[in-house]
């Protein structure tokens, strides 16, 4: 890649903006170029570099998307059949009409059932109290643990709305992790590692830290009010958790989630030509799989975990099986019906089928859509297609 890129990025740490950054550019042939910048912890002694172990947190939910569709593919699960088939709890879940006076939450009978395709495109009717005061006024009802606790009470919340009806940002992938489970008899981990994670050589990814990945782990940092950074070293996903978070609890490198991305620009082939998903399945996954729904700009409810989010503002997007998918091109250079999302902690990545190139980008910084971190994501993006076109 150009100077341009490296400068960005260094020049953006030397300056305090962000801590530090991992990034990486991939085409379909292998790793076109990988950088680290800054510090893992502001102030601190070590190097941020392009293996630097990082929450990847919602960036999880594409590879819990991929380890249903392998499931679908087995013919073990379907993606339009009542999801209830599988987890009777999911027969069971209300819709949320409201709250008596006493604060207790009001529910009915949905229309009607979820399925798997409502659970990879956020359209299911399940919410993240981070992004809806419903879901927290719910939690707090009836003495429910948040997302982030590790325990599995957490995902014990009503849907906001009939499945089909709308998209909302949730914990759907979550129950698609659950599903997972059912039929493959094992722990969502288990399952990446045999199906997913050991096929595309991604061993520094996993749900809990080994010593040697913890050594290499980024400090969480909080962004004050006044714009400052504040190390944050006692934050960490639960490392004894009740359930494999498939929504949000991975850790791993931007090196190792750029070997998920290749796997997806190469429809669905490893590094060695091994064959990790169908080319049908990759295609299924990559196109719109809600209609006339379009993913719309997220609001915050909680403003210490994240900001409003409005990602390529002024574009349509929709939602495949576990990817945003922007319907036009991009000003960065993205070129229409390329897939994308991001993690809390502020990191994210793109994959652009029709160019065959894709980024991965991470910091370690909350609340989520950093006023800083996110453009200089943008910026990066920008000089990656850039260089491409000069």
Not at 29 to 56: K, Q
Not at 131 to 140: C, K, L, P, T
Not at 167 to 172: D, N
Request: charged letters at 25%; a negative charge.
């Amino acid at each position: 890649m150009s100077e341009k890129v490296e400068a960005l990025l260094r020049e953006a740490t030397e300056r305090g903006d962000v801590p530090g950054v991992s990034a990486c550019v991939t085409d379909r042939n292998g790793v076109a170029w990988e950088g680290g910048f800054g510090r893992r912890v502001i102030d601190g002694p070590f190097d941020m570099a392009a293996d630097t172990v990082v929450a990847i947190a919602s960036m999880t939910k594409a590879i819990t998307g991929a380890a249903a569709m392998q499931c679908v593919e087995r013919g073990a699960l379907s993606l339009d059949a009542p999801a209830r088939d599988v987890l009777p709890h999911l027969g069971e879940v209300g819709v949320l009409e409201g709250f008596d006076a006493d604060g207790a939450p009001r529910m009915r009978k949905p229309r009607r059932d979820i399925t798997l395709r409502h659970l990879l495109t956020h359209t299911a009717g399940f919410g993240y109290d981070i992004f809806n005061a419903d879901i927290q006024r719910v939690r707090d009802a009836l003495g429910l643990p948040d997302t982030n606790s590790g325990r599995i009470a957490a995902l014990d919340t009503p849907l906001l709305f009939d499945p089909g009806d709308r998209w909302e940002y949730g914990i759907s992938i979550d129950w698609a992790g659950k599903m997972v489970e059912a039929v493959s008899g094992t722990t969502l981990g288990a399952c990446f590692r045999e199906h997913l994670l050991g096929p595309l050589g991604m061993d520094d990814t996993t749900f809990v830290l080994t010593p040697a990945l913890r050594a290499r782990r980024a400090t969480m940092h909080a962004r004050l009010p006044e714009g400052t950074l504040a190390a944050d070293p006692d934050f960490e996903m639960p490392q004894d958790a009740e359930w494999d978070a498939g929504g949000h609890g991975l850790y791993g490198t931007v090196l190792d989630y750029l070997r998920f991305v290749r796997m997806m620009l190469n429809e669905g082939r490893n590094d060695a030509g091994d064959a990790v998903l169908a080319p049908e399945t990759v295609a299924a996954m990559s196109r719109n799989a809600m209609g006339a729904t379009r993913v719309p700009p997220i609001r915050s409810a909680n403003p210490l975990l994240s900001n409003d989010a409005d990602f390529l503002p002024g574009i349509e997007k929709s939602h495949g099986l576990s990817f945003m998918i922007n319907e036009a091109d991009a000003p960065t250079g993205r070129s229409a019906g390329s897939l994308a999302w991001a993690g809390l902690a502020n990191s994210f990545y793109w994959i652009d089928p029709k160019r065959g190139l894709g980024g991965v980008f991470a910091t370690q910084i909350l609340p989520f859509a950093d006023p800083v971190a996110m453009p200089l994501f943008e910026a990066f993006e920008s000089a990656v297609y850039e260089d491409l076109a000069g």
